[in-house]
């Protein structure tokens, strides 16, 4: 028994090791890559589930390693967290973001209503200067407030909660869009959507992968949808993969969808392709 102690603590140690380098090593391909400005977005279609008119597209972060490929952002991202790169990464994401809906609003006239959602870490929010630097943005960029959405999670509101209200109180009067990310996993009640004046609510895939057969989920779904409705928030289903779960969906009057069913995140020229061929997925 004690031999068997002492291989389990043998193996625990090198794979805490190997993780350790793993995150060293992430780090310093991060670094680099800020660097050499080597990240770029995607852009994911946002859908009205009944007319499938786009309404607008969330921007996704994508890095390409020289050996690796493609690494995903829900890998690199935290790490960007852990490390503090995310402020860099994050202040990149919102300039390109908004520099390039605004070029697609310039040369198509049926961009000039479509909207770009940006994902905005809790780390972000550290920043004192957060909403003069999303104020100059706009002004740099060109882009109108109202044409621009931060998409922040649960436990963004959670932590630093009164520094955040009045962050995202200012960023209101703005007229920028506020919406819940992942909507379900986090903690945060009704009243934290009232308080914080939160304008969308994003259902998190998990709720609705099987929902159709899973009476629980769409319970839950329905649930969310007539509230939000209530307070006047806007719902999108996240993570829409077949046309049963968007017909349920309409079913149940959740106005906006976005899923692989409509469109995977497309690249920038993809994306203006799609802009410029037809308005809907
Ligand atoms: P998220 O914000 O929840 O983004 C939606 C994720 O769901 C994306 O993954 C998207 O590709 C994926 N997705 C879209 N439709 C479907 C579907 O029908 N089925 C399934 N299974 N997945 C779908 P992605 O691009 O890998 O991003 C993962 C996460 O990384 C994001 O989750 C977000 O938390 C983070 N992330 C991505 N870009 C950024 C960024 O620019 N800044 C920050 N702070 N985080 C980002
Ligand atoms: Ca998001
Ligand atoms: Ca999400
Ligand atoms: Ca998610």
């Not at 350790?20 to 800020?34: D, G, I, K, N, W």
């Not at 870490?121 to 550290?126: A, D, I, V």
């Not at 999303?134 to 407030?145: F, K, P, S, Y």
């Not at 969906?249 to 802009?275: H, M, V």
Request: charged share 25%.
């Amino acid at each position: 028994a004690k031999g068997l102690g002492k291989a389990r603590y043998a193996v625990f140690d090198t794979s805490m090791h190997a993780q350790a380098v793993a995150l060293l090593q992430m780090e310093t391909y991060l670094r680099r890559a800020v660097e050499r400005q080597e990240f770029q977005l995607h852009y994911q279609p946002i859908v009205n589930l009944k007319t499938r008119e786009l309404v607008g597209f969330e921007a996704l972060i994508r890095l390409w390693h020289a050996e690796r490929g493609f690494i995903s952002p829900a890998e690199f991202i935290p790490v960007a967290e852990e490390t503090g790169l995310i402020i860099q990464i994050g202040t990149w994401v919102l300039r390109e973001a908004c520099r390039q809906m605004y070029e697609w609003q310039q040369k198509f006239t049926a961009a000039r209503n479509l909207k770009m959602s940006v994902n905005i870490s809790p780390k972000q929010f550290r920043q004192l200067d957060l909403v003069t630097q999303v104020e100059q943005n706009l002004r740099e960029t060109g882009l109108n407030a109202r044409d621009l959405k931060l998409e922040i999670t649960e436990s963004t509101l959670v932590e630093n909660a009164d520094l955040v209200a009045s962050m995202l109180k200012e960023m209101q009067a703005l007229g920028i869009g506020l919406s819940i990310d992942d909507f379900g996993t986090g903690y945060s009640s009704l009243s934290y959507l009232h308080r914080f004046a939160i304008d969308t609510l994003k259902i998190d895939k998990s709720f609705i992968k099987d929902f159709n057969t899973d009476g629980e989920k769409s319970k839950i779904v329905n649930t969310v949808i007539v509230l939000a409705e209530n307070l006047g928030i806007d719902v999108i289903a996240e993570g829409v993969e077949t046309a049963e779960q968007a017909y349920l969906l309409q079913e149940l009057k959740c106005q906006f969808g976005q899923g692989f069913l409509f469109s995977r995140p497309l690249d920038a020229q993809a994306t203006e392709a799609l802009i410029a061929a037809k308005l809907e997925c």
